[in-house]
């Protein structure tokens, strides 16, 4: 069954078209990679499901379906209490996601006291119980600790705890890893998968990393340009993808068993042939 | 640095500050031209009667001799005596500066809430119409000093639609039962609004003319600064949690965002501070800067310095509590 369903999504900036005729789904408790270079319009879907693109962003045409509710034909507020309610957001960067003149308690708590309504208390005990879960020491004293006490690691961890805090049923994660040192990726990766097991909730993992997909995805959506290249499952892509550009970047992923090998970046051609296919995507549709 | 530590320090530089300050503002008005003495002797006074006074304001001393005996003075409390008003320093300058405390900040108070509510409505408003608007208001606003809208205000509200009061501090008829220089606080206090009402209307004009420039910084640098905290990741995440405008922008940005204005604040209220003297003399405040005028055009000495010391005075110690504010509200001060 698929609760988050985006169907044929088109956005402008000004003239230029950066998401072209997109349509995934999502199915629950489903990891669905989102892969892409940068600039292929991957974060631009997370951001258009969660209502927080930039104010240049025009979204032309298509439907956001989340659990029934058509997401872009709702009122502003509303929409926000249906993605505060029912989604997250596990941001990239964990130095410059914790609003630094707060403690890290309330920014954990605040969205179940102020949204929905929970007690102080009980929003309280909750934070505990996940800090707990997401394996963060000493949490009643990392409630009371500002967040340029703690280490970049430690910052994610809190926010993933967050992200899971309301129970959502979509979590969509924006290249959470990337920011992070190498040695902490390998944790904070284990941890989102863990937690996502746990919770059941459904997972749009945001990534330019083959490798990552191929650790906690069971499908994936290729981009480029902002138009859906592939759309498959996790093992038939490994064992052949589809599309020319999609077997290209499989072949560029440094691999891990290999890490001598030397890098063979996508090749001309093939970007070539993407770009013409977009060009033709966009001759159709009259974007020229 | 623990914060009693800072506060020492700072109270060291204080001091060495004022005592700069007191060098050069007690040898400038000795070797600028103009001589107390002529003023006061009616014309055609001998060489004697010269030398007689001289020698009463210990003037036929030199300088530096003059400078050493004043400043002992000073640290015994001593300001010295007036030549006009032949009253101790000390007790003149202290009668008038609760007037200047009293204007100053409400002219601060006027300029925070204008200010405040232009970069906050400016914020909520970004791209559209209004905020073109505000801006430019606030290039106008700038663009005039603080007397011209001192004379803009007494031409709309003296002369066009007088409705303030143009010039003074209280209404002469009035009969004020106060114990201490601060008539508006104390009028609060003993719950006489009447002349609480009375001193408003006074204040009206000038205070706004003070605090029109300084909104103006406030609304721009404020609203700047919050522009860029909407685009940090915290208030995007916000944003996912379900929060509306109003509170991201009051909640999640301006704690961050205000902190670079504060600092312009203090640095600005000095500013504010020294606009005083024009302002209150343009409508006759019985202030200290409108004392000032009359000691410098007097030729003073003893009260011009006074008045010079208590104003760098207010200067240091505005900056002290800027820093300790500054400190208090951000927390990563607070802890290195």
Same mark, same amino acid.
């Given at each position: 069954?698929?609760?988050?369903?985006?169907?044929?999504?088109?956005?402008?900036?000004?003239?230029?078209?950066?998401?072209?005729?997109?349509?995934? +789904?999502?199915?629950?408790?489903?990891?669905?990679?989102?892969?892409?270079?940068?600039?292929?319009?991957?974060?631009?879907?997370?951001?258009?499901?969660?209502?927080?693109?930039?104010?240049?962003?025009?979204?032309?045409?298509?439907?956001?379906?989340?659990?029934?509710?058509?997401?872009?034909?709702?009122?502003?507020?509303? @929409?926000?209490?249906?993605?505060?309610?029912?989604?997250?957001? $596990?941001?990239?960067?964990?130095?410059?996601?914790?609003?630094?003149?707060?403690?890290?308690?309330?920014?954990?708590?605040? @969205?179940?006291?102020?949204?929905?309504?929970? +007690?102080?208390?009980?929003?309280?005990?909750?934070?505990?119980?996940?800090?707990?879960?997401?394996?963060?020491?000493?949490?009643?004293?990392?409630?009371?600790?500002?967040?340029?006490?703690?280490?970049?690691?430690?910052?994610?961890?809190?926010?993933?705890?967050?992200?899971?805090?309301?129970?959502?049923?979509?979590? $969509?994660?924006?290249?959470? +890893?990337?920011?992070?040192?190498?040695?902490?990726?390998?944790?904070?990766?284990?941890?989102?998968?863990?937690?996502?097991?746990?919770?059941?909730?459904?997972?749009?993992?945001? +990534?330019?990393?083959?490798?990552?997909?191929?650790?906690?995805?069971?499908?994936?959506?290729?981009?480029?340009?902002?138009? #859906?290249?592939?759309?498959?499952?996790?093992?038939?892509?490994?064992?052949?993808?589809?599309?020319?550009?999609?077997?290209?970047?499989?072949?560029?992923?440094?691999?891990?068993?290999?890490?001598?090998?030397?890098?063979?970046? #996508?090749?001309?051609?093939?970007?070539?042939?993407?770009?013409?296919?977009?060009?033709?995507?966009?001759?159709?549709?009259?974007?020229? | 640095?623990?914060?009693?530590?800072?506060?020492?320090?700072?109270?060291?530089?204080?001091?060495?500050?004022?005592?700069?300050?007191?060098?050069?503002?007690?040898?400038?008005?000795?070797?600028?031209?103009?001589?107390?003495?002529?003023?006061?002797?009616?014309?055609?006074?001998?060489?004697?009667?010269?030398?007689?006074?001289?020698?009463?304001?210990?003037?036929?001393?030199?300088?530096? *001799?003059?400078?050493?005996?004043?400043?002992?003075?000073?640290?015994?409390?001593?300001?010295?005596?007036?030549?006009?008003?032949?009253?101790?320093?000390?007790?003149?300058?202290?009668?008038?500066?609760?007037?200047?405390? *009293?204007?100053?900040?409400?002219?601060?108070?006027?300029?925070?809430?204008?200010?405040?509510?232009?970069?906050?409505?400016?914020?909520?408003?970004?791209?559209?119409?209004?905020?073109?608007?505000?801006?430019?208001?606030?290039?106008?606003?700038?663009?005039?000093? /603080?007397?011209?809208?001192?004379?803009?205000?007494?031409?709309?509200?003296?002369?066009?639609?007088?409705?303030?009061?143009?010039?003074?501090?209280?209404?002469?008829?009035?009969?004020?039962?106060? %114990?201490?220089?601060?008539?508006?606080?104390?009028?609060?206090?003993?719950?006489?609004?009447?002349?609480?009402?009375?001193?408003?209307?006074?204040?009206?004009?000038?205070?706004?003319?003070?605090?029109?420039?300084?909104?103006?910084?406030?609304?721009?640098?404020?609203?700047? %600064?919050?522009?860029?905290?909407?685009?940090? /990741?915290?208030?995007?995440?916000?944003?996912?949690?379900?929060?509306?405008?109003?509170?991201?922008?009051?909640?999640?940005?301006?704690?961050?965002?205000?902190?670079?204005?504060?600092?312009?604040?203090?640095?600005?209220?000095?500013?504010?501070?020294?606009?005083?003297?024009?302002?209150?003399?343009?409508?006759?405040? *019985?202030?200290?800067?409108?004392?000032?005028?009359?000691?410098?055009?007097?030729?003073?000495?003893?009260?011009?310095?006074?008045?010079?010391?208590?104003?760098?005075?207010?200067?240091?110690?505005?900056?002290?509590?800027?820093?300790?504010?500054?400190?208090?509200?951000?927390?990563?001060?607070?802890?290195?």
């Amino acid at each position: 069954m698929s609760f988050l369903t985006i169907e044929n999504l088109s956005a402008f900036v000004g003239p230029a078209p950066i998401l072209r005729d997109v349509s995934l +789904t999502v199915t629950a408790g489903e990891v669905r990679g989102l892969v892409g270079e940068s600039g292929a319009g991957k974060s631009m879907i997370g951001k258009a499901v969660l209502g927080t693109l930039p104010p240049a962003v025009r979204v032309a045409s298509g439907r956001i379906v989340l659990e029934g509710e058509d997401l872009l034909a709702m009122r502003p507020r509303d @929409r926000r209490r249906v993605i505060g309610a029912r989604a997250a957001l $596990i941001p990239q960067d964990p130095l410059t996601a914790l609003n630094p003149s707060r403690r890290v308690g309330p920014q954990i708590t605040n @969205r179940l006291v102020d949204i929905l309504g929970w +007690t102080r208390h009980d929003a309280q005990v909750r934070a505990l119980e996940l800090l707990d879960e997401v394996h963060i020491p000493e949490p009643e004293r990392v409630m009371r600790a500002y967040p340029h006490e703690l280490s970049g690691g430690m910052r994610q961890r809190i926010l993933i705890a967050s992200a899971f805090a309301a129970e959502p049923r979509l979590i $969509i994660a924006d290249e959470p +890893t990337t920011a992070l040192d190498v040695t902490v990726q390998k944790q904070i990766l284990r941890l989102i998968r863990e937690m996502q097991a746990r919770h059941g909730t459904a997972l749009l993992f945001v +990534t330019h990393d083959l490798g990552v997909v191929s650790k906690i995805c069971q499908s994936l959506t290729v981009l480029y340009g902002g138009k #859906v290249l592939e759309d498959t499952r996790v093992g038939d892509f490994f064992a052949g993808p589809t599309h020319p550009y999609s077997a290209a970047l499989l072949a560029a992923t440094p691999k891990y068993t290999d890490p001598d090998a030397s890098l063979t970046p #996508v090749p001309e051609a093939v970007i070539d042939g993407v770009r013409a296919e977009i060009e033709a995507f966009d001759r159709m549709h009259g974007h020229v | 640095m623990t914060l009693i530590r800072r506060i020492l320090l700072r109270l060291l530089t204080m001091a060495i500050t004022l005592f700069g300050v007191a060098v050069i503002v007690f040898f400038v008005i000795r070797v600028v031209p103009g001589n107390p003495i002529a003023m006061m002797l009616p014309p055609g006074a001998g060489e004697e009667d010269i030398a007689r006074l001289k020698a009463l304001y210990g003037l036929d001393k030199t300088i530096p *001799e003059q400078f050493v005996i004043w400043l002992s003075g000073v640290l015994h409390g001593d300001f010295g005596t007036s030549i006009t008003t032949r009253q101790p320093v000390l007790g003149l300058v202290l009668s008038r500066l609760p007037a200047t405390i *009293e204007l100053s900040v409400m002219a601060l108070v006027v300029a925070v809430i204008i200010g405040g509510a232009l970069a906050l409505t400016g914020t909520r408003r970004r791209g559209t119409r209004t905020e073109g608007a505000i801006d430019v208001a606030n290039g106008m606003a700038l663009s005039v000093p /603080d007397f011209l809208w001192g004379l803009v205000l007494i031409l709309l509200f003296g002369v066009l639609w007088p409705v303030f009061h143009i010039s003074g501090r209280v209404s002469p008829a009035l009969d004020l039962p106060f %114990s201490t220089n601060f008539y508006l606080f104390e009028s609060v206090l003993r719950l006489r609004f009447d002349i609480w009402a009375d001193l408003v209307s006074h204040m009206f004009m000038p205070s706004l003319a003070l605090a029109i420039p300084l909104a103006a910084i406030i609304a721009q640098l404020l609203k700047q %600064s919050l522009k860029e905290t909407m685009n940090l /990741d915290y208030v995007t995440l916000a944003r996912t949690k379900g929060y509306g405008e109003n509170h991201v922008i009051t909640r999640e940005a301006l704690p961050n965002a205000v902190l670079p204005t504060l600092t312009l604040i203090g640095v600005q209220f000095t500013f504010l501070i020294g606009g005083t003297v024009i302002i209150e003399r343009l409508f006759s405040y *019985e202030g200290l800067g409108n004392m000032a005028i009359d000691a410098v055009i007097n030729r003073d000495l003893p009260l011009i310095q006074g008045i010079v010391i208590l104003f760098a005075l207010i200067f240091t110690v505005v900056n002290l509590v800027v820093d300790l504010t500054y400190a208090a509200l951000n927390p990563r001060l607070r802890h290195g």
